[in-house]
Nanobody, 125 residues
Framework: QVQLVESGGGLVQAGGSLRLSCVVS????????MGWFRQAPGKEREFVAT????????TYADSVKGRFTISRDNAKNTGTLQMNSLQPEDTAVYYC??????????????????WGQGTQVTVSS
């Protein structure tokens, strides 16, 4: 089993920045790819970014490319999502997710069996 705990959400003005963190614990000796997803009120959960086990492969949703950066520190079992130039449409609950993987990444929610509890990000205009 893998447990995930997010932190770093909050309220920020448009154009501001936030940094989300996800601490991974449990059976982390295997290769775990990490992803960030978000869900706004009344909308389906959507893909934001993902990174493979080594950190060498990343993929972003078009809506966040150039503004968000995903990274990881395997020594600390921590994944990070740096969010810059935030806009009101980025307002959502952000979730960290994990999946065992040999090196590939996935943008699909169903590919991730492990999820954190979510952290609220609110961007005011």
């Amino acid at each position: 089993q893998v447990q995930l705990v997010e932190s770093g959400g909050g309220l920020v003005q448009a154009g501001g920045s936030l940094r989300l963190s996800c601490v991974v614990s449990g059976r982390t000796y295997s290769r775990v790819a990490m992803g960030w997803f978000r869900q706004a009120p009344g909308k389906e959960r959507e893909f934001v970014a993902t990174i493979n086990w080594s950190g060498g492969v990343t993929t972003y949703a078009d809506s966040v490319k150039g503004r968000f950066t995903i990274s990881r520190d395997n020594a600390k079992n921590t994944g990070t999502l740096q969010m810059n130039s935030l806009q009101p449409e980025d307002t959502a609950v952000y979730y960290c997710a994990a999946r065992y993987s040999s090196g590939d990444v996935s943008v699909n929610t169903y590919a991730y069996p492990y999820w954190g509890q979510g952290t609220q990000v609110t961007v005011s205009s």
